[in-house]
């Protein structure tokens, strides 16, 4: 499975980006799609999971109620929409499937696949 992050960018606080990730590849083995980040000088850390069918989603404490993680099956995409942004969002966003589901799947060894991650940097 291949993975494509994009949508990222500059952004002021209190704006909103959405991200994408295409998957190719054996995408019929992917149980769950999540969003990690890491910021410089900082762990890399949960964002949000998604199931293969969209019907659970969880998110980190830190960004709900901001940020919906959304899934087109027919485009084998998954999506990070982020509203009300702030400066401590600021981080190299990546995507990452699960072949085996492992709920919620929190941790970055859940996940097999990764893609090259997108900078999203706001700016106060």
């Known amino acids: 499975v291949q993975l494509v992050e994009s949508g990222g960018g500059l952004v002021q606080a209190g704006g909103s980006l959405r991200l994408s990730c295409a998957a190719s590849?054996?995408?019929?083995?992917?149980?769950?799609m999540g969003w990690f980040r890491q910021a410089p000088g900082k762990e890399r850390e949960f964002v949000a999971t998604i199931t293969r069918n969209g019907g659970a989603t969880y998110y980190a404490d830190s960004v709900k109620g901001r940020f919906t993680i959304s899934k087109d099956n027919a485009k084998n995409a998954a999506y990070l929409q982020m509203n009300s942004l702030k400066p401590e969002d600021t981080a190299v966003y990546y995507c990452a499937t699960q072949t085996v589901l492992r709920w919620p799947g929190v941790r970055g060894s859940d996940y097999i696949y990764w893609g090259q991650g997108t900078q999203v940097t706001v700016s106060s």
């Open positions: 590849g054996r995408t019929f083995n992917i149980y769950a």
